[in-house]
């Protein structure tokens, strides 16, 4: 399996609260992404990053940011969380010709 | 706007017969194109990939063809068999935009015995 884990794998939070998804790879692959799943969207891109500290928007990146520090670590917020928002989280990261996928965070917001 | 698409969101194949998942694209520019399975509660897992200068990939059951001309790839799973049964997606790599890796939305597949 792909070095790439995700943290916490679920979580409920309320209304308006941040929140912060963690996206670990030991990969020391250039590309990491993060994607949303929701029923009958498939997978839609929020945020992917290109490098450290590039980053560039997806389609779905209304009310999310990101972060990428160092190599290893892609941080998703939710910087006031909102119902619509309660969804499965994906990242993935990505060489020249293959992309691996973590297990998700299934989110849940009240 | 959607340069991966999967037109059918469901296919239904009996065990041990041929099952063919269809992907369409609109960006020429694509380098790579791939397949990944997804099982409920459980991340995508990568099933095979073909470059853009090859026209065939094969691995075990799984064989995906690539049409240019048509920007047209499909996945062929022969046998099928129960397990294979999950969603499957298509994604694509390149284009003009750095690093993204475009999804089609889908296809159920159902292998029933």
């Known amino acids: 399996d792909a070095g790439i884990t995700q943290s916490p794998r679920h979580k409920v939070t309320e209304t308006g609260t941040p929140v912060t998804l963690r996206c670990h790879q030991t990969?020391?692959?250039?590309?990491m992404y993060w994607y949303r799943q929701d029923p009958g969207h498939g997978l839609r891109l929020i945020h992917y990053?290109?490098?450290?500290?590039?980053?560039d928007k997806g389609e779905v990146s209304d009310g999310y940011s990101v972060s990428r520090s160092k190599t290893e670590d892609f941080l998703l917020t939710l910087e006031s969380a909102t119902s619509s928002q309660t969804s499965v989280y994906f990242c993935?990261?990505?060489?020249?010709?293959?992309?691996?996928f973590g297990q998700g965070t299934r989110l849940t917001v009240v | 706007d959607q340069q991966v698409k999967q037109n059918s969101p469901s296919l239904s194949v009996q065990e041990g017969r041929i099952s063919i998942l269809n992907c369409d694209y609109t960006?020429?520019?694509?380098?790579?194109f791939l397949w990944y399975k997804k099982y409920p509660a459980e991340g995508p897992t990568f099933l095979i990939s073909?470059?853009?200068?090859?026209d065939k990939n094969e691995d075990g059951r799984f064989t995906v063809f690539l049409n240019k001309s048509a920007k047209h790839l499909s996945l062929h799973i022969v046998p099928s068999q129960p397990g294979d049964s999950a969603v499957y997606f298509c994604?694509?790599?390149?284009?003009?935009?750095?690093?993204?890796?475009?999804f089609g939305r889908g296809t159920q597949l159902t292998v029933w015995p």
């Open positions: 990969e020391n692959h250039r590309y």
């Open positions: 990053s290109y490098g450290v500290k590039d980053t």
């Open positions: 993935a990261i990505r060489g020249d010709t293959e992309a691996f």
């Open positions: 073909i470059s853009s200068i090859k």
């Open positions: 994604a694509a790599i390149g284009g003009s935009t750095l690093g993204r890796l475009y």
């Open positions: 960006n020429s520019m694509f380098d790579y």
